[in-house]
């Protein structure tokens, strides 16, 4: 299954002033198009162009550390860009969702405190994660392009932190974009529909 750059959900304007046309522009169009491009040659060449892009993930951690990069990014990124929306963040959660925060992970409050201090603290580039695991929520983080399903997890929610995705819009303060994306950009009902196909 060839990778294909989605089109944004959103128009590039959208999510201003939390994350703007210009970080967009590059972070779509350009980041993420390398890690599609990248990812078809080298699901290519290592005989994987058929499988479905979780199975190249999976496959080629930990044994093919280029094409698990670009197809490990091309995963998150496919569903970062559905994990925000204009207008969206708060405190507002479906029911099961905030339900199921309330008793993993201890309330919202305590949820974003604890999802914000993972995302801080990721040395160098990576991602902080909501996941399902053994059918309750965990909180993570992991390195570059690694993602919770290379660890027995179904990822629900997740913010990149690498540099490109808030440099322009925030310098170096990576906690206030990571407080601006938890209080005014998470796609909840994007988390709801993810939270609901991993706990089937």
Known sequence: MAFEL???PYDYDALAPFMSRETLEYHHDKHHQAYVTNGNKLAEEAGMANLS???VVVQSFGKNAGLFNNA?????HIHFWKWMKKGGGGTKLPGKLEA???SDLGG???FKADFVAAGTTQFGSGWAWLSVKNGKLEISKTPNGENPLVHGAKPILGVDVWE???YIDYRNARPKYLEA???SL???DYVLEMYEAATK
């Open 100 to 102: 199921a925060i309330a």
């Open 186 to 188: 998470i796609n909840w």
């Open 108 to 110: 919202f409050d305590k």
């Open 181 to 183: 994306f938890v209080d």
């Open 72 to 76: 490990g990014q091309h995963y998150n």
């Open 164 to 166: 490109h995705s808030y």
């Open 53 to 55: 892009l979780e199975e």
């Open 6 to 8: 989605p089109a944004l």
